[in-house]
């Protein structure tokens, strides 16, 4: 016998049992992005590993140690995008979607990283991100906020998960804070792990999220970056701040919240849980107001998020235990007999045509009603339309609930397929 050929550490199967929970949350995601005026856009898997090398930032963890990246046939470097705002980036400049405009976009799809496997962190992941160009005022920070907590409830998780709240300022006032935060952490490196000593040198404001709980305690006389932001941005994230307090949204300031990724400015954010242990954030983002001009384009301001689908999906199995989905199968079609059969193609098909919102599944696997109702039963359906020869001559269909709520009737065709259509 051949060897068998499992799937790669960390990439994952959906299997059909988990499959119409992710649909659920997709369809809930899309109609609460689509009802604050938010369009779908669609990028392609792979791109130019230098548009993340230039958007992210080389010294940052996803570029120097998770991508990843291969050369092409043409000996051109390519990678798979280990997150969405740089393609989405991409793709306005090049369809000619930011300059003078205002766009809100969303996406969803798998992105890649090659991290050390683990519960709601995988090396195929799958994120759902938003992005606005275009509006440079703290008005539209405060929607996307609003537009998460929206979200949240939706979900039935709003009471499970924080916001954290931040500003970073400018990049000068990212460049002058970096140099105090390096001259204070000097005085302490025999305390500052391998991976923070590394980024010292880096990438000194990661240090700031760091897990590390001693250093979390020196960090508390560390100088504040708030000490250190420009009036603008002071401005920005008091009006934003203003917003979140008129609508009723709570929120915790974090000084030590700076996010991973070398574009961002002015505001952060993240919304955290204790429910799932270690892997606490379940959405992040904040605005980078300069990445399209890095990338490009005309200076265009930005601000977006992405939130992580499979740490939603754990999420919502943690603390939503209420949450009914819908039957994978509706109505179950059996039959027995030879033109019985032939017409349980028929049924099947005029029952789609009336109930397009329903699921209806014709038995196809042979074998006595016994073995056709316990099929019935497995695939959940709610009602099972029975066809024999008896049926088929008196032009007539056998309803049966499966759920024990009504008695089983015979009707004639018509009349059970309009019963079928308004009680399903």
Known sequence: MAKTIQAIRGMNDCLPQDTPLWQWLEAVVRRVLTSYGYSEIRMPIVESTPLFKRAIGEVTDVVE?????????????????????????????EHGLLYN???????????????????????????????VFGIAQAEIDAELILLTARLWKALGIADHVSLQLNSIGSLEARHNYRQALVDFLQNHLAILDDDCKRRLTTNPLRILDTKNAQIQAVLNDAPKLHDYLDD????HFARLCAILDQMGITYEINQKLVRGLDYYNKTVFEW????????????????????????????TSGVGFAMGVERLILLVQEVNQSLSLPAAVDIYVVHSGEQATLQAFNVAEQLRAVCPQKNVMLHCSGGNFKKQFKRADKSGAVFAVVIGEEEVQNGQLVVKDLLGRTQ?????????????AQNV
């Open 65 to 93: 140690k998770e991508m990843f990246t291969f050369d092409d046939r043409d000996n051109e470097s390519l990678t798979l995008r280990p997150e969405g705002t740089a393609g989405c980036v991409r793709a306005g400049i």
């Open 272 to 299: 955290v849980t204790t429910a799932l242990g270690a892997q606490g954030t379940v959405c992040g983002g904040g605005r980078y107001d300069g990445l399209v001009e890095q990338l490009g384009g005309h200076a």
């Open 408 to 420: 089983q009737q015979t009707l004639p065709t018509a009349e059970a397929i309009r019963f079928l």
């Open 101 to 131: 405009q205002e766009q809100r976009l969303w996406y969803m799809g798998p992105m890649f990283r090659y991290e050390r496997p683990q519960k709601g962190r995988y090396r195929q992941f799958h994120q759902i991100g938003v992005e």
């Open 232 to 235: 603008d941005s002071k401005q």
